[in-house]
């Protein structure tokens, strides 16, 4: 028999598989099919249950939740994207426990065991890197079948593919681990399934990265400042407000035709693209937590860059003795 994929719907689960799956009794979950219809297995000719990896998930996902306090009477009849935000709720009440700074050693839950082994070696080489306690599992399936006993700073997955149906199983697992952060590193995905899962917090890398790269990220996740004289140790004081508006500099690149120099044409272009990048990078450092303190840094370099060609637009004209009108 063929090995179908995680996300197969096939119904070829049994009940104890499940069960144990769930890490829930088998008499618990017959309870609350009859009482609540949490979900509705397919069955054989002969009766016997089969349950689909969706029916798994939804069940330890509520299992999850019932744990934190949630009655299974107020969840059962709740869709995939509720359940979802329930478990968002918990993973946001998590990072709010103190961080891993002040702890001895950093608990990391790796999904994929050669990404484990390939990071694990590249922070190995890092001065920045904390002592790592790693708990390694294959694949989402194995790891819901022995949760980890403590609660992991990072929970990182190795996902090629990523598809929809992974966003309830990436938020069920973060749950089961106690998670203070989510990450999750894939090859392909539909851009809106990259979206939702920033949305809720989950930090997103894609494929083909460096060992440079990667390690930089997974420190910044565990609240890991890195000394680097080549990017962070650049001054980082705030940049001074917009001298020219956009009127002002399209009417200093109109002028570029009035007068023997195309120098204040190409500056004003430059300073109109930096501003709109500088508002860009802030929009978004609003509207993903997860990715907050990269467009932080990316609106400030930005802004900053935007200052100094503004003053160079301002010598030049004072060199060449024309001022711009302004409104």
């Not at 028999?1 to 009794?25: C, D, K, W």
């Not at 708990?135 to 006993?149: G, H, I, K, R, Y």
């Not at 440079?212 to 001074?240: F, M, Q």
């Amino acid at each position: 028999m063929e090995t179908s994929r995680v996300s197969e719907p096939v119904p070829r689960y049994r009940i104890g598989a499940v069960a144990q799956l769930a890490n829930l009794p088998v008499g618990t979950l017959r309870v609350w099919e009859r009482r609540y219809g949490v979900v509705s297995p397919a069955r054989s000719a002969s009766g016997h249950r089969f349950y689909s990896e969706a029916d798994i998930h939804r069940v330890a996902l509520l299992k999850n939740l019932v744990d934190r306090g949630h009655a299974i009477g107020s969840i059962a009849k709740l869709d995939a994207q509720q359940l979802e935000r329930l478990a968002f709720m918990h993973i946001d009440r998590v990072a709010a426990l103190p961080t891993p700074e002040a702890c001895a050693d950093v608990q990391i839950v790796f999904v994929g065991t050669t990404m484990a082994k390939r990071i694990q070696k590249s922070l190995s080489t890092s001065p920045h890197a904390p002592l790592i306690v790693p708990t390694v599992f294959d694949n989402m399936t194995q790891a819901f079948a022995n949760p980890p006993v403590r609660r992991a700073d990072l929970l990182l997955l190795h996902l090629p593919s990523l598809h929809p149906d992974d966003i309830g199983r990436v938020l069920t697992l973060s749950a089961s681990c106690h998670a203070a952060r989510v990450a999750v590193i894939y090859a392909f995905a539909a851009e809106h399934t990259v979206e939702h899962l920033k949305q809720v917090g989950v930090h997103t890398l894609r494929e083909p990265l460096s060992g440079s790269d990667t390690s930089r990220t997974i420190l910044e996740l565990l609240g890991k400042r890195i000394d680097d004289p080549s990017v962070d140790a650049l001054n980082y004081s705030p940049p001074a407000p917009r001298r020219y508006g956009d009127d002002v500099l399209t009417g200093m690149a109109n002028a570029s035709t009035t007068i023997a120099c195309e120098c204040p044409r190409h500056l004003a272009d430059i300073i109109m693209q930096l501003s709109a990048f500088e508002r860009y990078s802030n929009e978004c450092m609003a509207r993903t937590p997860a990715d907050a303190y990269l467009h932080s840094y990316l609106a400030n370099v930005s802004g900053r860059a935007r200052e100094m060609f503004e003053v160079a637009l301002g010598r030049l004209e004072r060199e060449e003795r024309w001022i711009a009108d302004r409104e």
